[in-house]
């Protein structure tokens, strides 16, 4: 295996403690490699250096020969506007505005073929040709294309998810051998989480990543590395290796402390006996005392664990909420068709769909905050809600940690007791430091840290969690599922976090499209089985086509030869083989055993998949040929 990046002795800081302590790291073609570790660590300071947009204090970093390194970095630019295609062409910077040109000059053409335009063409053509920049331009095309966007979509007019999309085709255009992105699934849904899994999994590159999915993360991982206290950990193999060879890890680093200090506890003790002992004294054991006290000082604590406790109000009624046949429509759009359903005390609904189905107008409905267009609600009664969401419109960014959740006091009531708010913070993980920091030095994963704290002051018996793991480290997303899962109140949750709803939720409700929900026992698992289960007693998508397009087109169909009628009989089977073959592939390139144990195959598994991908769509030609053939008269 090539290497194409080696970072040595890296060591960087802002302020106190190092971020990073003399880090070591090596990264190889064809790896898949997670970027673990909690909020504050310096993960995104660690990818910046690796990308070459941060200057480390110590240390060198060396980059193969030929090595493209492409960066996506966390948040999206408030700032950039333009075609879809503008920027895209931007990730090749110097060709960027031929390309443009071109572009836009076909596409004029495209509209009107006046002199004018023709001439406007030709000269985009001739400067794009003398700059060798044809290739560049089939390479923006095909990105857009596998990505599946539209270049003449307006960048501001989309949604985050598709935004995030683009700005990922920006990087990819650039033919990277190493991508680094940053918390890519942040704010997408569901569906689009989905497809970059898919998509990620068999791209052509190596992979470095830092993100809270662990879904996500099982799925892609092929190597595990760890920042924690400055120091970067390796740990070859997937996520769920990494978790039980962190808990072996952890324990044996608390038996060795113990010994430690047990051995430090007794060396204070001789090196304070009398008299006697002083004359004795071995100055070879006094030197190693002083050592040991060094060692210790040195030794950097962990944060700790956080500690949460929710705040339970008195138990509502029996019944929460009752909804019988509820249809809800904005303007010319049905967000919700003829939806029943019954959620009573102690239920934990998650709540799934696409971003803008209408997740947010069903909380609005469930808590009575919203009329229906048609269908009646009936509410339950003594309800005390605690809404996720609608904290972070009230959160001051130019005030305190201590002030956004203590309202300005120093004291906080939970359970009935008094507690210092320096105090209840550090349950969150907050430093006396960070405390008296504003909301606009912290990160993002901080400030959800802040929104659950203020949220947890407040007694409730209906728990509302609108998009509650954004940011969140993986330790406290782990501690948040066991809060949740003992609450004894009632919660509904709207989340893409896969894992965190299948943690939690004892019933799911799905937007299916077309304003349909289903709703399904269990988490998110759960509902994709029952789907599955579903869609098992129907042909497949292949044969279904086939089958509507010869009901439609019966007649037509019967005038081809017996030859060529026979052939298109065949071709859905044929389609339905491919398809299959394609998954098995995908599923084996998705396997993070494969790139540890035989990465030759790995080449010859993704030669397999372009090969049978083309002849898929070569079946799909030959389908539309028979078919047109047929329809003639």
């Not at 402390?257 to 004294?281: C, H, M, P, S, Y």
């Amino acid at each position: 295996m090539a290497t194409l990046l080696t970072l040595r002795d890296i060591s960087h800081s802002y302020s106190g403690p190092q971020l990073l302590d003399k880090v070591n790291l090596t990264v190889s073609d064809n790896e898949r490699i997670s970027l673990i570790g909690r909020n504050g660590e310096g993960k995104s300071t660690l990818l910046r250096i690796i990308a070459g947009l941060v200057q480390a204090d110590e240390g060198e970093r060396q980059v193969a020969l030929e090595t493209g390194i492409s960066y996506l970095p966390q948040e999206v630019p408030t700032d950039l506007a333009g075609s879809t295609y503008e920027i895209v062409a931007t990730g090749l910077e110097d060709l960027s505005g031929l390309l443009v040109s071109y572009h836009a000059a076909t596409q004029a053409v495209m509209q009107d073929t006046s002199e004018q335009n023709l001439d406007r063409m030709a000269e985009a053509q001739h400067a794009l040709e003398n700059a060798g920049g044809w290739q560049f331009e089939q390479q923006v095309e095909m990105t857009l294309s596998k990505l599946s966007l539209d270049p003449d979509e307006r960048f501001e007019a989309l949604s985050g998810g598709r935004k995030r999309r683009v700005l990922l085709a920006r990087e990819l255009v650039r033919q990277p051998q190493l991508l680094l992105l940053d918390e890519p699934t942040n704010h997408l849904d569901i569906d689009s989480i989905n497809w970059l899994e898919g998509f990620l999994s068999s791209w052509n590159g190596s992979l470095l990543f830092i993100t809270h999915d662990r879904a996500f993360m099982q799925r892609l991982a092929t190597r595990i590395i760890e920042l924690d206290r400055g120091k970067l950990t390796d740990w070859p193999g997937d996520y769920r290796n990494y978790l039980r060879r962190r808990e072996e890890r952890a324990h044996a680093e608390a038996k060795a402390n113990e010994r430690f200090d047990k051995k430090l506890a007794q060396e204070e003790v001789w090196i304070r006996q009398g008299i006697k002992a002083r004359r004795t004294r071995n100055e070879g054991r006094v030197r190693q005392l002083q050592a040991m006290r060094d060692a210790f000082r040195q030794r950097r604590k962990g944060q700790g664990e956080a500690r949460i406790n929710l705040q339970e109000a008195e138990r509502s009624g029996k019944l929460v909420a009752e909804l019988d046949n509820v249809s809800y429509r904005w303007d010319d759009t049905e967000l919700i068709r003829d939806f029943s359903t019954t959620i009573l005390r102690g239920d934990k609904v998650g709540i799934i769909g696409p971003n803008g189905c209408g997740k947010s107008t069903l909380l609005g409905l469930l808590l009575g905050r919203l009329e229906p267009t048609s269908g009646q609600i009936r509410l339950g009664t003594g309800l005390e809600v605690a809404y996720f969401d609608q904290l972070r419109a009230s959160l001051d960014m130019d005030k305190s940690v201590q002030d956004n959740v203590g309202g300005g006091s120093d004291k906080v009531e939970i359970n009935g007791k008094s507690r210092h708010i320096i105090s209840y913070l550090q349950d969150f993980l907050f430093t006396p430091d960070r405390v008296r920091q504003p909301l606009n030095a912290l990160s993002g994963g901080e400030r959800n840290r802040v929104l659950l704290a203020r949220l947890f002051t407040k007694p409730a018996n209906l728990l509302v969690l609108d998009e509650p793991t954004n940011d969140l480290d993986v330790e406290t997303l782990e501690l948040l599922e066991e809060l949740l899962s003992d609450y004894q109140g009632t919660l509904l949750l709207v989340s893409h976090d896969r894992s965190f709803i299948d943690a939690v939720v004892t019933s799911t409700l799905v937007f299916e499209g077309d304003g349909v929900i289903t709703e399904c026992a269990g988490g998110y698992s759960d509902w994709l089985r029952e789907k599955s289960a579903r869609e098992s007693d129907l042909p497949g998508a292949a044969a279904e086509k086939s089958l509507a397009k010869k009901s439609k087109q019966k007649t037509a169909v019967s005038k081809l030869s017996y030859k060529l009628q026979r052939e298109l009989d065949e071709l859905p089977g044929a389609i339905e083989r491919l398809e299959k073959e394609i998954e098995a592939l995908h599923a084996q390139l998705a396997d993070p055993e494969l790139y540890r144990e035989n990465v030759e195959r790995v080449s010859e598994l993704k030669q397999q998949l372009s090969a049978r991908e083309s002849e898929l769509e070569q079946v799909f030609e030959r389908w539309e040929e028979l078919e047109a053939l047929g329809g003639m008269e």
